[in-house]
Nanobody, 112 residues
Framework: QVQLVESGGALVQPGGSLRLSCAVS????????MGWYRQAPGKQREWVAT???????NYADSVKDRFTISMDNAKNTVYLQMNSLKPEDTAVYYC??????WGNGTLVTVSS
């Protein structure tokens, strides 16, 4: 069984930074890709960023040049470095592995 556990969510002021982590455990044959998604209150879950095993990355336009996704293969952990945070970045952030497995999310609140 595969488990994904996100951490690092917090309350931060506009313009601030946070780094989210997602640790993968359990039976992992191979991680092909990891992604971050977010769901703001009253809105649908949306894709934020993806990284492949070959470390190719892709970002939603709304976070491009502010967020950076990275992966530590040795630790089976993916990160999301978030800079220049805006109130509209407020959401529960989820990680997803191999387009199948989800974590339970971590809350990011951007507010003064």
């Amino acid at each position: 069984q595969v488990q994904l556990v996100e951490s690092g969510g917090a309350l931060v002021q506009p313009g601030g930074s946070l780094r989210l982590s997602c640790a993968v455990s359990g039976y992992i044959f191979r991680i092909y890709n990891m992604g971050w998604y977010r769901q703001a209150p009253g809105k649908q879950r949306e894709w934020v960023a993806t990284i492949t095993r070959a470390e190719l990355t892709n970002y939603a336009d709304s976070v491009k040049d502010r967020f950076t996704i990275s992966m530590d293969n040795a630790k089976n952990t993916v990160y999301l470095q978030m800079n220049s945070l805006k109130p509209e970045d407020t959401a529960v952030y989820y990680c997803k592995m191999n387009s199948v497995y989800w974590g339970n999310g971590t809350l990011v609140t951007v507010s003064s």
